[in-house]
């Protein structure tokens, strides 16, 4: 099982490759979409590189659930519902949605990731040691 | 001017690589203006060779039904140019291929020489604006020009055919086909 630290490293290297910015900007705060730069082609490239350096299968939607975001039961006005929240919460375990949901637009919700969610998400998939 | 960028697959294995071949001629245009007295090919059509060897690839692992789309390049390094009379081989390798896209790497080699390396991922998309793009009459025609039937190969080994939903549909549209 790798470390933190390992699954980090890793997971800068996947992001240095795919969205062409230096080490030094992949912090664990940095968001993917407004710091990194990150646009909806590179989630696709993303998650090829996860499953690779580590091993793993993400299914589609599983790290990024967009279809929550176009499902009329969670969606009125542009703004995620309570209903909708309760749901991404549910799927997105690893993200803090506190934020977001202040003013759950829609459009604000891919601005939402960070490093350390990404982190989290896949430390939920391998497992982790100290 | 057509938008071929490949003159023939030497290789073609679904799902797999595939091996393409461009000559490149005094006779081609665009030679005659990059540059006047010094005609190199532009690195972005070298690039768009890679595309083409990648993205045939990729359309006929998934039986011509994806429309198959250059959405990102990663990386593309290009090491020397290249002049008229030079033949470049180009490989192309399926990185993976998921519902929503694909990813190859690719070479573009000048006899022996490394000319150029890329990483190319395509999208997946189902807009019906995009039907015209992909006609299967197109794919058909485009596949047989470069000799992808007379040399490749399906996943288990037989010789590489048309799906017969693209050889109906390309018949549907163009009965001559």
């Given amino acids: 099982m790798p470390t933190k630290e390992e699954i980090f490293e890793k997971i800068r290297s996947a992001l240095v490759d795919a969205l062409g910015v230096d080490e030094e900007d992949v912090t664990p705060q940095a968001t993917l979409v407004r710091d990194l730069g990150a646009e909806s082609i590179d989630f696709l490239d993303i998650v090829f590189r996860l499953e690779k350096a580590f091993n793993i299968k993400i299914p589609r939607g599983e790290l990024f659930p967009e279809d929550i975001l176009t499902d009329a039961r969670y969606v009125q006005d542009g703004k995620v519902t309570e209903l909708g929240l309760a749901e991404l919460r549910k799927r997105m375990p690893f993200a803090n949605l506190d934020e977001f949901a202040k003013n759950p637009s829609v459009q604000d919700f891919g601005t939402l990731l960070t490093v350390a969610d990404m982190c989290r998400f896949v430390e939920s998939k391998v497992g982790v040691t100290d | ?177």
């Fill in chain 2, 1 to 177: 001017m057509r938008w071929y960028w490949i003159d023939r697959f030497l290789e073609f294995e679904s799902g797999r690589y595939a091996r393409a071949v461009k000559n490149v001629s005094l006779a081609e245009d665009y030679l005659h203006d990059h540059f006047p007295s010094f005609p190199i090919i532009p690195n972005s059509l070298v690039l768009e060779g890679m595309a083409q060897t990648g993205g045939l690839l990729v359309c006929e692992y998934n039986h011509f039904t994806e429309k198959v789309v250059l959405a990102k390049v990663p990386k593309a390094q290009f090491y020397c140019h290249v002049r008229p009379g030079d033949t470049l081989t180009y490989f192309a390798k399926i990185e993976y291929v998921r519902s929503e896209g694909a990813m190859v790497s690719a070479t573009s080699h000048k006899g022996d020489i490394l000319q150029a390396e890329a990483e190319i991922v395509f999208a997946h998309l189902n807009h019906p604006s995009l039907g015209s793009l992909f006609e299967p009459e197109t794919f058909l025609r485009m596949m047989r020009l470069l000799s992808a039937f007379e040399i490749g190969h399906a996943a288990d080994g037989s010789p590489l055919r048309p799906p017969p939903e693209l050889i109906k549909a390309a018949e549907k549209a163009s009965p001559a086909t």
